[in-house]
């Protein structure tokens, strides 16, 4: 009776569930399981010389047979050759064509392949198959389930749903994926045209790239090419197929660190038609329901955590341009959050730990209204204004809201004991927050010696018998609250006001980096560990890390935050100004030891100019311009944090120097920057809208091409990869009126004959003080002479100088 009683019910209970999740059972609308488990039509085409082009790429196939994929939805969306063929690729920006000859180490790009798998939702189905002659030759379906494969378990992105996305719309496709099994430079080649941004290089619409595991790397990467002639090929472009308006988010965490989250999302569509949109979530967690804002049930995709699992939303209807549209996604999951011992909590999943924007990096501003429910006891800082707090049972509540749109929302928890203070100018709540206890792999090192728990940073051996020294980080807490408020208030002298009342400074449990989020800031464990502790855990004495990593991470306040960036085109500004801030604060805080500053400019142009292991210089690897594409196999995967931070810090630098008056100071570049940040607030910034903004604020002396223009600069450090060398001879005469002449010499090496520069020349006077003359302008590997009258210096001056303020990227030997 009991048995059968139990059975029934779970009987019921399937029934009930059945309905309740029918519409809901992720993967199951009936068009992407058809392009999930797409095969090959019969019948095949013979073609021979035939020539087709994608942009700059121009496929060959010159014998062969063709086979096309079943159509889903009455498209056509794939193609299988097998054969004689060859890739060319010809990209429309020099920069690209030296990219690529990077790699391929030859002039042009030609692979050659004996076969070849096509995904499209352009016209290459129309016009290949007119292309050639009906045959009954077999299709190969492995080579299909083969490149399925691939981008399930090796690139782990869903082209099927990207491929349902426009068999689903109302308007035509554009997307073009070739898998080229290459014979002559690499058989995992990936050569990919999205409108919507190629998947790696957002918003850059087309990419070949490399997956091989000993061989990762973005070959090329560009705009189409029409694009450069218009000027339209900008690192701006918004081409992802929604914009999120405002998030609803709320998220409670157990003690585990298990993430329970419901999200109403409001977004607008940017492109007419859409009907299947994608969102950055966490891998691990898991969508249980999405709703319409009608109420109803949607379908959605979302495959396994380990292999293409990126989120997808199935709206009932295709959208209009600019239609606006409500979601609700309820998700959960573990490893999102991780509980680390003794009430830390560390966020894995920083930007999508909710559905996020699945466009841009930081480009995309939005609104929050956010509620968290953490275990009781704990304390939160987060993104936004807290508006309240409550307990509710075994948890503590908070919520949230933005005063104006950020570019990410975020959150940092834990058994935190809390400082607060104020910057009075502009106004400002300051707090920081080191947690209570330790986690637990600062315990396991301490107890015993370990391998290295930090990852990147740099660490000697961890020694043994770390028990000594205070593992209590709430000590050194004030410290986190002192260095936050003078860098406030030096950053908003320099760059202008933050739309932000508020910021919160927090320890993290991570060791090797510190991040910023709006109006948060992480700090790595370490930053608030004392010097015994730090070098019991093995991290080198020297290292200024730790004395820059708080106003770095603040300075990101400006840099990635008030003002944003949209593709890796342009991170070198909010990684390399933020960098030059935290120069800013060592100049002005340790203004009475001046070496600090110097040690400061000399380790960012030793990270420049130094060999890491695999024995390239981060200055060689490529312009600022191409990001983290640099990290590739070959030259290593830490090439761009060596190049962008210190490269982008002089950049930024230099151009503070050629602005930097006598009498006025650095006005004119604090004019630059607020202008700047005014301009950009709450929205992203590229390279050329900077660029735009110093050619307004320059001086005449920085019109070296008479144009009124920056682009001879850009072009050297920005754009380009040149390092010039300076040596500086001279002497000093006594004048025949009692003044004295400088004789100098100054030569400029190892750069293109193109190459100028404002070199600014200083003179340390008898009496110690220091005085800029004026500047060289060297152009090309030339040496400058010059005779100087130094009107009223009639004791001879101790040493003339040049790059005394570090005014120029450059070695001096
Ligand atoms: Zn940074």
Redesign the pocket.
Known sequence: MKASAATSFSCVFFFLSSILFAQTTPNSDGNYQQLRNIGLRSGSITVENLRFKRDSATFLLNAGTLCFVTPVNNKVTGAVFVGDGKLLLDPPIASERTSLSVFTKEKEYAETFDHLVLRFTDNTYEELKSAGKPANAPCDLDLLHNSAKVMRKEVNYNLDARILQDVASTEPGGLFVAFVHGKHYDRKTLFTIDPHGAPSVYPEEISLETYNENKLGIWAAFHYTPEYASGAATSGQKNGVIHIDHQQLDTEFDKAGHLDGKAVVTFVSRAPGSKVVPFNLFRTLRVSSVTGQSGESLNFIQEDKNEDPQFWVILSRPLGKDERYEITVKYAGKDAVSAEGAGNYYPIARTSWYPNSAAGDFGEYTNYDMTFRIPKGMIIAATGTRISETSDGGHNVTVWKSESPLAVAGFNFGSFKKEDGKVAKPPMDVSSYANVNPPSWVDSVKQSEVGDPMGGLETSHIRSNCAVGSMNTTILNKKALGEAQYSLAVFSEYFGTLPYKQLAMTQQTASNY???WPMLVYLPITYLFDDTVRHCLGYPDTSAYFSIVAP??VA?QWW?HMVGFNSYRDQWM??GF??MSASLYIQFLYNKEPQRYAKFWNDELKLLTERNKEGYRAIDAGPVTMGYRLNNSREGFGITRQLI?PKGAYVLQMVRMMMYDRQSGDQRFKETMRDFVTTYAGQSATTEDFKAVAEKHMTPAMDLEGNHKMDWFFNEYVYGTQLPNYKLDYSFEPGPDGDFVLIMKLNQSGVSPEFRMLVPIYLELANGQVVRLGSARPAGNMTVEQKVSLKGVKEKPKRAMINYNFDVLATMN
Request: hydrophobic share 10%; net charge negative.
């Open positions: 510190g991040q910023s770095h991470e990101h990635g909010s990684e933020a960098e931070y």
